[in-house]
């Protein structure tokens, strides 16, 4: 059991911060799962807390026990990489043994405990193999093996799912997730993926430009994203955005952009006028929140149809509004179930309830 | 405006049969993805197209017209490849210009056209860079857009948005699907991806070892594969499978497994025509099943609907992905909405699977051909 804490950590490569005023807590035995574009930081934050990156400030804390002074080799962290890191001339047994035999351990207990892993991750028939005899989702299986047999109090990944084709990724981040909830060991786990990291985490600690952005379950990432960023790095397709200029109608505000008009409820208005006092805003909307009409109405504005993507039983409908593209995703049969041809007008629908807000200059989320 | 038709084509590399009669045809304006694995004969048979490969044998048309003895450049095709060539000392705006210059285009012309293809590949700052100056997504666009500025008789695209992040390759695949729209003009699309395939296609042929597999539209493939590869190969994640005994007797089906016997709606029942004890896999997807938490019970024999135990819950945006374990080798996906609407589950839970009969598929266990 293990909790992990950085508090102010701010790493510096080559003058400029990799990481900065880099502060939250793991709590122990959960799968919190690092996420952001390239060139976040992800790797780095990971990086501090195995001791390869040098500290510029701030603490890194281990259960209490402050690291930055600790040697790696005396955190007690194991990191699983990618597949490729595998010993290639060494058979199943071997790779996951000399972790311990580099450790001295007795043969006894290295027997033990290479039983133990391959009972747990179901390879006990695999032991004798050379990774190349094995299917990638197997040899992923003995990259964790090595970190798990070394009953390390805190789980590191960086991106282990990386060389794996689509449908072995799937089926193998749902395993770790099982393997998590069954040791219950704390586990760090980086990704540029957002999917993965949705479907992975218990929290994720969403990152950009060496900053942490926002620290949450994945329902509530998605759901009361806090700044433009994750609204639109978390999701796919990404949520949509209309810049908007501020109009009052009494307590009421409106939010108008050409043709469209978006009343927010008395309560988000009041929100709203707390929290900011610009002239123009920032709208995001979910591509599932947009309701796509053949008819108008009052409350819809005309939008061009510039292509349509099926997607299994959904369709993801990309639409022209004014200079934005907007990606509405809905079910073939139930939303969208009427012809949507190339250049066609349809009529679109912003329900003001499910219509986020944010400031055009800061990108935080106002409403 | 061309067709294009592929008479059962044969490639040979040695001793390697790459493609194995291959027959198709692309109408005038469609937009045709060769979608497979590794390996399935997808790129040779581009590349027949192309003029890059000689067929072993088989006939390749263009308009009516055989063009198996035609030059790459006789052919009157552009190509889009994952490596993208470009010229080190020429600018981007020069790399557009390129093929309209040898074509003899008016240079005001080219000039708006320039400007056009910048402007749908959002590449309008980037117009007088060098390739060095660009990122690997930029310079894939650049040679996205040097083959779609032309308009010749066939674009042929093998993997282009490979290089690309998964972002810029879904906006990407849209202004791509946009513009071959917007022009018209008949293309061939080559991908491993099936997202990537049912995003883009009017019709997907879809390869295994040199074998045309089913060739249908984006809903056709999805909703009515021919057989268990394509099943199994389109849809994320993809289609559930469970091995069962087909029992028929008194006019009804059962669909028979250790765990439980599925009995089949009537109207379903006079669609198969397979006989008492033959072996099936049931196939249905993630979607298609609801899920209902049940408490121990009664005796596996008597269960008409699968059950299994909760294995994880992934959050997926306004969804949820259940896996289900629902034998000791058998892991489910279940799609549902993560509203609030939704019945609560958690790891380890039993739950009854009701399966949408109306969606349910069949394969014969041998053949692996779909039987309902």
């Known amino acids: 059991m293990a909790q992990v804490r950085l508090d102010s950590v701010q790493v510096r490569y080559d003058g400029s911060d990799a990481i900065r005023d880099m502060t939250f807590t793991v709590e122990s035995g959960e799968l919190a799962v690092i996420v952001g574009p390239s060139g976040s930081g992800k790797t780095t934050v990971l990086r501090a807390v195995t001791g390869w990156a040098p500290i510029a400030r701030g603490d890194v804390y281990l259960d209490g026990r402050r690291l930055n002074d600790v040697p790696p080799g005396d955190r007690d962290v194991a990191m699983v990489y990618q597949t490729r890191?595998?010993?290639?001339?060494?058979?199943?047994?071997?790779?996951?043994?000399?972790?311990?035999?580099?450790?001295?351990?007795?043969r006894a207990e290295i027997d033990q405990r290479v039983r133990q892993v391959a009972e747990m991750l179901e390879m006990s028939e695999f032991l004798d193999?050379?990774?190349?005899?094995?299917?990638?989702?197997?040899?992923?299986?003995?990259?964790?093996?090595?970190?798990?047999?070394?009953?390390?109090?805190?789980?590191?990944?960086?991106?282990?799912?990386?060389?794996?084709?689509?449908?072995?990724?799937i089926h193998t981040r749902s395993y770790l997730k099982k393997i998590h909830a069954d040791l219950g060991v704390t586990t760090l786990y980086v990704t540029h993926d957002q999917i993965e990291a949705q479907n992975l985490g218990s929290r994720l600690i969403v990152l950009n430009h060496g900053l942490l952005q926002q620290v949450g379950t994945p329902d509530g990432i998605y759901n009361r994203p806090a700044n433009r960023f994750v609204a639109g790095f978390i999701g796919s397709p990404p949520m949509n955005f209309i810049e908007c200029v501020v109009s009052h109608a009494g307590d009421q505000v409106m939010l108008l952009h050409g043709p469209l008009r978006v009343t927010?409820?008395?309560?988000?208005?009041?929100?709203?006028?707390?929290?900011?006092?610009?002239?123009?805003?920032v709208i995001g909307i979910r591509p599932e929140a947009i309701v796509?009409?053949?008819?108008?109405?009052?409350?819809?504005?005309?939008?061009?149809?510039?292509?349509?993507?099926?997607?299994?039983?959904?369709?993801?409908?990309?639409?022209?509004?004014?200079?934005?593209?907007?990606?509405?995703r809905g079910h073939r049969e139930t939303h969208l179930n009427f012809p949507l041809r190339l250049n066609d007008i349809v009529h679109l629908f912003i329900d003001p309830a499910k219509t986020y807000v944010f400031d055009k200059a800061t990108g935080a989320r106002l409403v | 405006m061309s067709t294009l038709v592929i008479e059962d084509l044969h490639v040979h590399y040695g001793e390697t049969h790459a493609v194995k009669g291959v027959s198709l045809r692309v109408e005038n304006g469609e937009l045709c993805v060769f979608l497979g694995?590794?390996?399935?004969?997808?790129?040779?048979?581009?590349r027949t197209v192309a003029g890059l490969v000689r067929p072993s044998s088989g006939r390749i048309l263009i308009d009516d017209r055989v063009v198996n003895n035609l030059?790459?450049?006789?052919?009157?095709?552009?190509?889009?490849?994952?490596?993208?060539?470009?010229?080190?000392?020429?600018?981007?705006?020069?790399?557009?210009?390129?093929?309209?210059?040898?074509?003899?285009?008016?240079?005001?012309?080219?000039?708006?056209?320039?400007?056009?293809?910048?402007?749908?590949?959002?590449?309008?700052?980037?117009?007088?860079?060098?390739p060095r100056e660009l990122s690997a997504g930029q310079a894939q666009r650049v040679a996205i857009g040097r083959a779609l500025i032309r308009t010749p008789k066939l674009w042929l695209l093998d993997e282009p948005l490979n290089n690309l992040d998964a972002r810029l390759q879904v906006e990407t695949r849209?202004?791509?699907?946009?513009?071959?729209?917007?022009?018209?003009?008949?293309?061939?699309?080559?991908?491993?991806?099936?997202?990537?395939?049912?995003?883009?296609?009017?019709?997907?042929?879809?390869?295994?070892?040199?074998?045309?597999?089913?060739?249908?539209?984006?809903?056709?493939?999805?909703?009515?594969?021919?057989?268990?590869?394509?099943?199994?190969?389109v849809g994320t994640p993809p289609m559930n499978f469970i091995p069962c005994t087909l029992s028929r007797a008194n006019g009804q089906i059962v669909l028979r497994h250790e765990t439980f016997g599925l009995e089949l709606e009537p109207e379903l029942v006079q669609r198969v025509a397979a006989a008492d004890g033959h072996a099936v896999m049931l196939g249905i997807r993630p979607e298609d099943v609801d899920l209902r938490p049940v408490h121990g019970g009664d005796p596996a024999s008597d269960r008409m609907h699968p059950r299994g135990t909760v294995y994880v819950i992934e959050p997926q945006g306004n969804e949820q992905i259940v896996s289900l374990q629902v034998t000791l080798d058998v892991l489910w996906k279940v799609r549902r909405e993560a509203n609030s609407a939704a019945v609560p589950l958690e790891s380890g839970q039993p739950v009854e699977l009701t399966l949408r009969q109306h969606r349910l598929r069949l394969f014969d266990a041998n053949t692996e051909q779909r039987l309902l």
Not at chain 1, 135 to 146: E, I, K, P, T, Y
Not at chain 2, 96 to 115: N, S
Request: net charge neutral; charged share 20%; glycine share 6%.
């Open chain 1, 85 to 106: 890191a595998l010993y290639g001339h060494m058979t199943v047994r071997q790779n996951w043994s000399f972790p311990l035999e580099a450790v001295k351990r007795p």
């Open chain 1, 129 to 169: 193999r050379y990774p190349k005899q094995l299917s990638g989702g197997q040899q992923q299986r003995v990259a964790l093996g090595r970190a798990l047999i070394r009953q390390p109090t805190l789980f590191l990944f960086d991106e282990p799912l990386g060389g794996l084709d689509a449908k072995l990724r």
């Open chain 1, 264 to 281: 927010l409820p008395a309560e988000k208005s009041a929100l709203l006028v707390s929290r900011a006092s610009a002239d123009s805003v």
């Open chain 1, 292 to 328: 796509l009409t053949p008819g108008a109405n009052a409350q819809t504005v005309p939008v061009q149809v510039y292509v349509t993507e099926p997607q299994g039983s959904e369709i993801i409908v990309d639409l022209r509004f004014n200079e934005n593209i907007l990606r509405v």
């Open chain 2, 37 to 46: 694995p590794s390996g399935c004969g997808k790129t040779s048979t581009l």
């Open chain 2, 71 to 130: 030059y790459p450049g006789e052919r009157d095709i552009a190509m889009v490849f994952q490596s993208y060539a470009l010229y080190p000392h020429m600018t981007v705006r020069e790399h557009f210009a390129f093929p309209l210059r040898a074509g003899k285009m008016p240079e005001p012309e080219i000039a708006k056209k320039i400007e056009s293809i910048a402007e749908l590949l959002q590449m309008h700052p980037l117009v007088d860079r060098y």
């Open chain 2, 174 to 233: 849209a202004v791509l699907k946009h513009i071959q729209r917007e022009s018209g003009i008949t293309s061939i699309y080559v991908t491993h991806n099936q997202e990537e395939a049912q995003s883009l296609a009017d019709q997907i042929v879809i390869m295994d070892s040199g074998l045309i597999q089913q060739i249908g539209t984006p809903q056709e493939v999805y909703d009515e594969p021919t057989n268990l590869f394509v099943a199994g190969f």
